[in-house]
């Protein structure tokens, strides 16, 4: 199902059915794979990124997930940003104040360094995860084909790289 059935709320049933197919695929033993579309909204056209799409899904109230992976092209979160600056460090927990919903840790999020990516970069992706955290879903953040992505989809601690985002307890 098209991811942009489901933005803009439940009208006309689309985050329902999306979330009845994820949770179909989980009790399976699948990991299902949510990716951005392109499409109309009204008369202008745009961009459902998956980040938004996930925040959308995991706040739904009957969805079963316990843990969202966000998939991108580094090792997880950094203190700025690694394409561009050699001292960025990375940063394996981030933990988010459960009352403001703020992240904890000293990072540095922006925008993709990406000419042709428009769902926001890293801005995007840590404002998803950390709504997922706050819905009481852990998320993590790792680079894309790595053994820290491996890991975490056999639900295993990412030993590697990656960063994991919770609330704060």
């Known amino acids: 199902m098209p991811g942009l059935h489901c933005h803009g709320g439940d009208e006309g049933g689309g985050v329902t059915a999306l979330i009845h197919s994820i949770n179909e695929a989980l009790a399976a033993g699948l990991v299902p794979v949510i990716h951005g579309d ?4 009204g008369s202008s056209a745009g961009i459902l990124s998956e980040d938004t ?14 843990q969202v992976l966000f998939l991108t092209d580094v090792a997880g979160v950094h203190t700025k940003d690694p394409n561009l600056f050699d001292d960025a460090s990375l940063t394996r927990r981030i933990d988010i104040d459960p009352k403001p919903g703020n992240v904890m840790s000293n990072i540095s ?17 840590l404002g998803s995860a950390s709504k997922v955290a706050l819905a009481g879903i852990d998320a993590m953040i790792a680079k894309c084909s790595s053994r ?4 975490a989809i056999h639900g295993d601690q990412m030993t590697e790289a990656g960063t994991i985002i919770r609330v704060q307890s």
Do not use: R
């Open 38 to 41: 392109a499409g109309l909204y």
């Open 53 to 66: 799409l996930v925040k959308i899904i995991t706040m739904h109230k009957n969805i079963n997930a316990n």
């Open 109 to 125: 999020a922006s925008g993709s360094s990406h000419e042709h990516d428009v769902t926001g970069g890293f801005v995007t992706k």
């Open 148 to 151: 820290s992505t491996e890991e």
